[in-house]
């Protein structure tokens, strides 16, 4: 049976939830491997919307047992509020595992996060200050805190106190915000400690186990591809490897047990946050994709930027991640267009590049080509089947697939979870 990597394609919102959730009824774990509480997954259940911010999606599905991977950096409270909330929706959450190997966010990291965004002020990053990039820092300084120091308290505090001498100097000198006290921190981290110590296992083993044993899992990126740490579009990245690579690093899977990549790619593109987006749209048809798509943040609530499907990121993505599948998302969003615009290929100061530049000045400078398709008016919301899309809409599905190299295999059609188009099985059927 297999191991499955899910990835974002673009700058993340491409509706990974969604996908995860149609998978769900196939799958028997379902992995958080990077990232935290700075993005958030929508999933629609018939008539109800559940907004997932650190949990993975699989928490929905009865029968799947959900993980938090080492890989994840966690906000404890968050993490608490999340479960309250699923529990007081009739949601089953007691079969959550969580590595004892992943990250825990101090309050000083969010404090510090919240406060060096601000003085960066116009070279600012776009974070959500929530404090997912100081730990991921102290993750690789080597004096994070991680899940498992919570069951130690001589080895918590002295942790604490040596992250807060350097921490609180900063605070103080630099930010003249006050300095943080040792048993604030203590207190705060241990107020959730027992209820949560039932799930805190050997994630990495636990998986191992289960593919050995024919159980089929299916990895979770948080963020996408361009918001990877090393393949993004740096500096304005998340902190962490959002690639299908990551998936290993961050829950102790080798790659060779990876089977399928699928890779998420929403029919336009969006992003959140400050940095490069070539295609993005200042005017009547950006306004227009935010408004049908309600391109809100899920976590944050700010508006997206919008712009028309890259295929120069899309046939990147593919390389960089390995996709052997796309999930096209949110098709019903270009319908009622007269044309649908594609950027095939970049010009830069009048060199054609179809493939990403490596240089980010070159990205900065890229003016998109594009290639205009005619659009559709039917409602595509009751599609079922690909036959069934108007003949310009199998048209654009065909011609992003051709653009791409990948084959689409799923196509959504509306935010519900029924409303979904399966070309080819997702499993690799």
Avoid at 70 to 87: P, R, S, T, W
Avoid at 98 to 120: C, G, M, Q, W
Avoid at 146 to 170: F, G, H, M, P, T
Avoid at 382 to 387: D, G, K, L, N, T
Wanted: hydrophobic share 35%; charged share 25%.
């Amino acid at each position: 049976m297999p191991a499955i990597v899910l990835v974002g394609t673009q700058w993340g919102d491409e509706g990974k939830g969604k996908a995860t959730d149609l998978l769900g009824g196939s799958v028997d774990y379902v992995v958080k491997f990077n990232g935290g509480n700075n993005a958030g997954h929508t999933v629609v259940i018939e008539d109800q919307t559940y907004a997932l911010h650190l949990l993975p999606s699989g928490i929905l599905t009865p029968g799947v047992i959900p993980v938090i991977g080492n890989g994840v950096v966690v906000d404890l409270g968050v993490l608490i509020e999340e479960l309250d909330a699923l529990e007081a929706r009739g949601v089953d959450t007691s079969h959550l595992r969580i590595s004892a190997n992943a990250h825990v966010i101090p309050p000083y990291n969010r404090v510090l996060d919240k406060v060096t965004e601000r003085f960066l002020g116009q070279r600012r990053l776009g974070t959500t200050g929530r404090g997912i990039g100081p730990t991921y820092a102290d993750k690789m300084s080597r004096v994070g805190i991680r899940v498992q120091d919570l069951y130690d308290q001589s080895i918590l505090r002295q942790k604490i106190e040596a992250s807060l001498q350097v921490k609180n100097q900063v605070l103080l000198k630099i930010y003249n915000r006050r300095a943080v006290e040792v048993d604030e921190v203590l207190a705060e981290l241990l107020l959730h400690a027992e209820r949560i110590r039932p799930m805190v296992t050997d994630t990495g083993l636990c998986l191992n186990q289960a593919l050995d044993a024919g159980k089929t899992v299916l990895f979770e990126a948080g963020q996408a591809t361009l918001l990877d740490v090393d393949h993004g579009t740096y500096p304005f990245v998340t902190s962490s490897n959002a690639t299908s690579g990551g998936a290993c690093t961050g829950s102790g899977v080798a790659p060779t047990r990876i089977d399928r990549v699928i890779g998420i790619l929403k029919a336009y593109s969006t992003r959140v946050g400050e940095g490069l987006f070539p295609t993005e749209l200042h005017d009547d048809s950006g306004e227009f994709l935010r408004k049908t798509g309600a391109e809100y943040g899920t976590t944050t609530g700010r508006p997206r930027r919008c712009g028309w499907l890259d295929t120069v990121v899309g046939r990147y993505a593919r390389r960089v991640n390995g996709l052997t599948d796309v999930v096209l998302t949110k098709l019903d969003v270009l319908t009622g267009l007269e044309t649908v615009p594609i950027c095939v290929a970049y010009d830069v100061q009048g060199t054609k590049h179809e493939e990403m530049p490596v240089n980010q000045s070159d990205v900065h400078h890229a003016k998109p080509i594009y290639e205009e398709l005619p659009g559709w008016r039917e409602d595509i919301s009751a599609c079922r089947s690909f036959e069934e899309l108007p003949a310009n809409a199998q048209a654009y599905v065909l011609r992003v697939e051709e653009l791409i190299g990948t084959r689409i295999s799923a196509i959504g059609v509306g935010p519900g979870r029924t409303e979904t188009i399966q070309r080819f099985g997702l499993l690799g059927d």
